[in-house]
């Protein structure tokens, strides 16, 4: 069994990711800005470029070279302080971890990436965004701006989870010769803090509740968790660039003519 590092250890999905890979064996390395007890070793605020660089040195530390797994899965939705650290989190945070933790992924076999997106990265309003074009390029600043500008976390949101999307498909290509996998699973609705925020926000609350899943119901962590426990696993040896949509049927009612 490896060794895997997990963003948003502490609360959700993060939290149910880190108890199914635990389960299964795995030593897990748990990162959070919150703490909790069970899972999260590594204290850092990934929307900052010094936290992210905390972040990195203290889980190589920890793995002692034996890091063989990285799950993103620290964001924050639309209820967020303000727009820019959405993307500064959801963006940043899960691209600088995965360069800065590459080299110790490749020092073992079979390494393997999952990065929680969303199924709001399919809205039409992020893939036009100028957002998503500073976050592909690696200019925070820049993005930072943009979104300050823009003032719409809902945007914000949408385009960092399509730039992390399309990201992690360029790194699947440009690295899997190198044998490293990097999959992307997109949640719809799913009953954490972040979903439960969002409900009760006067701005979204009333569009996120009316917005159902064709299966009728919102997710639970241990379903996302599941998916994930099988890209990082062994059985997916050959899914890279994937985007799975664990998602109770969303994208397929929103999108069937897509895929
Ligand atoms: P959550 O709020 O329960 O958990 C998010 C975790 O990320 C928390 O423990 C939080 O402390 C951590 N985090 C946030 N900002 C951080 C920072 N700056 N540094 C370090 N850690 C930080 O939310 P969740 O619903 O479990 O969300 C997990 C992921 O799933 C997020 O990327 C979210 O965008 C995505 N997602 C969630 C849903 C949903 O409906 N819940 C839907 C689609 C995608």
């Given at each position: 069994?490896?060794?895997?590092?997990?963003?948003?250890s502490a609360s959700?999905?993060g939290a149910?990711?880190?108890?199914?890979?635990?389960?299964?064996?795995?030593?897990?390395?748990g990162?959070d800005?919150q703490t909790d007890?069970?899972?999260t070793?590594?204290?850092?605020?990934?929307?900052?470029?010094?936290?992210?660089?905390?972040?990195?040195?203290?889980?190589?530390?920890?793995?002692?070279?034996?890091?063989?797994?990285?799950?993103?899965?620290?964001?924050?939705?639309?209820?967020?302080?303000?727009?820019?650290?959405?993307?500064?989190?959801?963006?940043?945070?899960?691209?600088?971890?995965?360069?800065?933790?590459?080299?110790?992924?490749?020092?073992?076999?079979?390494?393997?990436?999952?990065?929680?997106?969303?199924?709001?990265?399919?809205?039409?309003?992020?893939?036009?965004?100028?957002?998503?074009?500073?976050?592909?390029?690696?200019?925070?600043?820049?993005?930072?701006?943009?979104?300050?500008?823009?003032?719409?976390?809902?945007?914000?949101?949408?385009?960092?989870?399509?730039?992390?999307?399309?990201?992690?498909?360029?790194?699947?290509?440009?690295?899997?010769?190198?044998?490293?996998?990097?999959?992307?699973?997109?949640?719809?609705?799913?009953?954490?803090?972040?979903?439960?925020?969002?409900?009760?926000?006067?701005?979204?609350?009333?569009?996120?509740?009316?917005?159902?899943?064709?299966?009728?119901?919102?997710?639970?962590?241990?379903?996302?968790?599941?998916?994930?426990?099988?890209?990082?696993?062994?059985?997916?040896?050959?899914?890279?660039?994937?985007?799975?949509?664990?998602?109770?049927?969303?994208?397929?009612?929103?999108?069937?003519?897509?895929?």
């Open positions: 069994m490896s060794v895997i590092a997990v963003t948003g959700g999905i149910a990711v880190c108890e199914f890979l635990a389960n299964q064996g795995h030593t897990i390395i990162i800005r007890e069970k899972f070793q590594v204290s850092a605020d990934l929307s900052s470029p010094q936290g992210r660089v905390a972040a990195i040195e203290h889980v190589k530390a920890l793995a002692k070279g034996q890091l063989s797994g990285l799950v993103c899965c620290a964001g924050v939705g639309v209820t967020a302080p303000d727009a820019a650290l959405i993307t500064s989190v959801n963006f940043f945070g899960v691209t600088e971890l995965v360069e800065g933790l590459k080299s110790d992924l490749y020092q073992n076999d079979n390494p393997a990436v999952v990065v929680i997106g969303s199924v709001a990265a399919t809205a039409q309003l992020a893939g036009p965004h100028a957002m998503v074009d500073t976050m592909l390029g690696g200019d925070e600043t820049q993005t930072r701006q943009l979104a300050q500008s823009a003032n719409a976390p809902q945007i914000s949101y949408a385009a960092s989870k399509y730039a992390v999307t399309c990201w992690a498909r360029q790194q699947a290509a440009a690295e899997g010769n190198k044998g490293l996998r990097i999959n992307v699973v997109a949640p719809g609705a799913v009953e954490t803090p972040l979903h439960q925020a969002s409900k009760e926000d006067p701005r979204f609350g009333e569009a996120v509740k009316k917005f159902v899943a064709p299966v009728g119901r919102a997710g639970q962590p241990a379903e996302i968790a599941a998916t994930v426990g099988f890209l990082i696993s062994e059985q997916a040896s050959f899914v890279t660039g994937s985007v799975l949509f664990v998602d109770g049927g969303m994208d397929a009612m929103v999108r069937a003519k897509y895929f």
